[in-house]
């Protein structure tokens, strides 16, 4: 008897993206009256590149980002006094607390930072990605020359 008909698939590939090959964009993002947590969730994504179609997990496809206003992100409920961050020196004695409010009074630009980088990947990726995020207390930033897209 005859052959079985061959079957002739076109083969599709997931595409990867490779270091290098993703031209990254700067966007900014103004964080006066936003809600700390809702503006870190709509960061972290765009540090780690899942906004764009060719996202590849082991590569970082992410964007610059630009937070402005960091002074004035908006904390509810009472956790301006409630919430605390904690240092350690690694010393007897060195554990330090500061609440949230003070904190960004003081340093707007750690209580932004730490928020993001607590929602990337734990890793030497989700490290590179953090040097993306560029966090300023007021509407001045230097980074007028690259054009920054908003958020």
């Avoid at 765009?46 to 992100?73: S, W």
């Amino acid at each position: 008897m005859g052959s079985k008909p061959q079957r002739h698939h076109l083969r599709r590939e997931t595409f990867m993206a490779k270091n290098g090959e993703v031209a990254k964009q700067w966007r900014i993002i103004d964080a006066s009256g936003v809600s700390l947590g809702r503006l870190a969730a709509e960061v972290a994504p765009v540090l780690m590149g899942k906004h764009r179609p060719e996202y590849t997990p082991h590569v970082d496809c992410g964007d610059f980002v630009i937070v402005i206003n960091a002074g004035q992100v908006g904390l509810t409920g009472r956790k301006a006094d409630q919430n605390l961050r904690l240092t350690y020196s690694g010393y007897p004695g060195g554990q330090s607390a500061e609440s949230y409010g003070m904190l960004r009074d003081r340093r707007s630009d750690i209580l932004v930072s730490e928020a993001v980088r607590r929602m990337l990947p734990k890793s030497r990726l989700g490290r590179q990605m953090l040097k993306k995020l560029k966090v300023y207390d007021g509407a001045d930033h230097p980074h007028a020359g690259v054009n920054p897209i908003a958020l």
